[in-house]
């Protein structure tokens, strides 16, 4: 079974929903209203201890966002199949903590999102956009047609909302990349407004249509890089804008002497909507300052430094520049790591919310909350998305083990440079399963400085005193033996887990009984305060390969 797109409106106003195309996570995760500033996280050194003394930071109107648009090689590659791929390979975003909506864009009338990128998202409570796209004179066709026609107009509103509600994504980017004949502009202003409307009486706050900037309220196809008159009628009727690539900083010489990133914030009613424009970075540099790439930072650090939200367009990049003759190179993972860590004091990781209990629960039963193998999709000769578990919030690769990875690559090598002094004691990120000698997923954690704690999960957890079990899964004892675990309050106070006994942790949690795998339990009980930040201690100088891990309520 494979996901495909819609190609015109016939297949349009013909899809019936297909039940086999419906999947829920196993732990379908809310997101919580508290970030870490990634600012602050990469200032003091990604260090556990500043980590655990600071309380993070809560959501508000003025803290930008940011949005992926994922468009690679045309879309629905080996990501569009339900079951695993067979000796092949495929990309996986795995930074979804520093993300606050996901695109799937394609060059298709209607390009729904790929069930597995669906349940990526839910899983980790980011929302997931299709995209509305017409473009040429098939798509100006296409557009006109829904347009001259008052009930094709509700009809396709009610079609593009019953199918993201069916699918479960959260909304829609429409892509209008086609001249419009004037007369129908009103008609397009409606059915903007009518398709939000729509999508927030389904999804509430939840759901979202962005305007992408490309048409203006005259018909022409016109990119604006900038919100103004000619384009902020289209953001006003739905919930923000993506603005085009070609966009100018208030530092950067112009010959028209116009910085478009002040003129879009001069242009808004009101300042709190400035969050509302996602400014676009192409990362493959068209026309984008700093050229994309491995530059795609100094794109980023103009736009919040005028506050706006970011729409990082392909970043996709990093997958397929690593491709020669269809073979990933093995610095893939490097450059994936590199492209982010140069991002990081930009963006925000946002913890996810967890819960001992659900609401009027007073089973006296262990409960299992929380579990993740940090698989991500990708296995040693196989693809398989819809495989994708929880990822760690805050991945890190020092700069040695970086250097330490790549082959000969003397632009990687440079661009590590640029990260400035490596305060970091640790590694923690997703074992890449295309190094490995068995096809094993989890966490490869390298220690540095020993002792160490590894920050690996933000969360917000609100125990009120209820105990709970924190078990950590390796293939090897010496992988767990020299773990321990430890959380970070609101209050900025460190708790140690205390060590459970095998034999006790089995009668605890009776489904661990005859389990193969080598396992270390924790116990964290008489807690108050809200639990923020999870890690793991290592009084060794040494690699570790964790394969999963576990939260139980008791």
Known sequence: ????????????????????????????????????????????????????????????????RTLVCHDMMGGYKNDRFLEAVEN???????????????????????????????????????????????????????????????????????????????YGFQGWLLNIENPVDWTLVPYLLELVKKLTDKTHEVY?????????????????LQWQNELNIMNKPFMDNCDGIFLNYNWTAPDQPTIQ??????????????????????????????????????????????????????????????????????????????????????????????????????????????????????????????????????QPSLPCIDQITMKESLCSDSLLFSACNTLGPDKSQYSCHTIDPKKCVSNESGLSVCIRTAPATVPVLLVNLEPDGAAAVFVIYGNNPADVQDCHLVCGTNKGEELEGDIIENEILQELLPSLQGNVCTIRGFLLENCYDTIEKIGLRFNSQAKFNLTRLAIYSL
């Open 1 to 64: 079974m494979e996901c495909k797109p819609l190609k015109n409106v016939q297949e349009l106003f013909s899809w019936e929903p297909k039940l086999e195309f419906i999947r829920e996570p196993k732990y379908k995760s809310s997101r919580s209203n508290t970030y870490l500033d990634g600012k602050d996280w990469t200032e003091n050194g990604k260090s556990w201890a500043w980590l655990v003394k600071t309380p993070l930071k809560k959501e508000n109107v003025n803290k930008p």
């Open 88 to 166: 092949q390979d495929g990309y996986s975003f795995l930074h979804w903590n520093s993300l606050d909506i996901f695109v799937y864009f394609s060059h298709n009338f209607i390009t729904l999102p790929p069930t597995g990128w669906t349940i990526a998202g839910k899983t980790h409570g980011v929302k997931v956009l299709g995209t509305i796209i017409t473009e040429w004179k098939d798509g100006k066709q296409i557009l006109e047609e829904i347009l001259r026609d008052e009930s094709k107009i509700d009809a396709f509103v009610e079609k593009c909302t019953d199918i993201a509600s069916f």
């Open 204 to 220: 509430g706050d939840e759901g979202m249509v962005l305007w992408y900037d490309s048409v203006t309220i005259e018909g022409n």
């Open 257 to 390: 002497q116009r910085h478009s990133l002040l003129s879009s914030v001069q242009s808004l009613d009101n300042i709190s909507q400035r969050t509302h424009i996602f400014v676009g970075i192409d990362v493959f540099g068209r026309g984008c300052l700093g050229g994309g790439g491995l530059n795609s930072d100094i794109a980023l650090k103009k736009i919040r430094e005028v506050g706006l939200s970011t729409a990082i367009f392909a970043p996709g990049w990093t997958y397929e520049s690593s491709l020669q003759e269809d073979v990933l190179s093995q610095d893939y993972l490097v450059k994936e790591h590199l492209f982010w860590t140069k991002l990081e004091p930009y963006l925000s990781f946002h913890a996810i919310k967890l819960s001992l209990r659900p609401p009027g629960d007073g089973s006296s039963e262990s409960r299992l909350i929380f579990e993740s193998n940090f698989h991500t999709g990708r296995e040693k000769n196989s693809f398989h998305l819809l495989s994708m578990q929880t």
